[in-house]
């Protein structure tokens, strides 16, 4: 698995999502990074559990 920073193009905030084996997202990591950047928490908040989903 891999972590990717996003950047979106309508408000060019950053959030990051986790890319699976076949290099497609993981949809329940994704809804909940999504969250995250939803409620806007600051990118290092959406980072740090980015980073430790693959591994749970």
Request: proline fraction near 9%; charged fraction near 30%; avoid cysteine.
């Amino acid at each position: 698995m891999l972590v990717v920073k996003v950047v979106s193009p309508r408000s060019r905030r950053e959030s990051f999502t986790v890319l699976g084996d076949d290099d497609r997202t993981v949809a329940p990591v994704e809804r909940y990074l999504k969250y995250l950047t939803d409620i806007e928490r600051s990118p290092n908040t959406i980072k740090a559990p980015s980073r430790r989903m693959p591994t749970i």
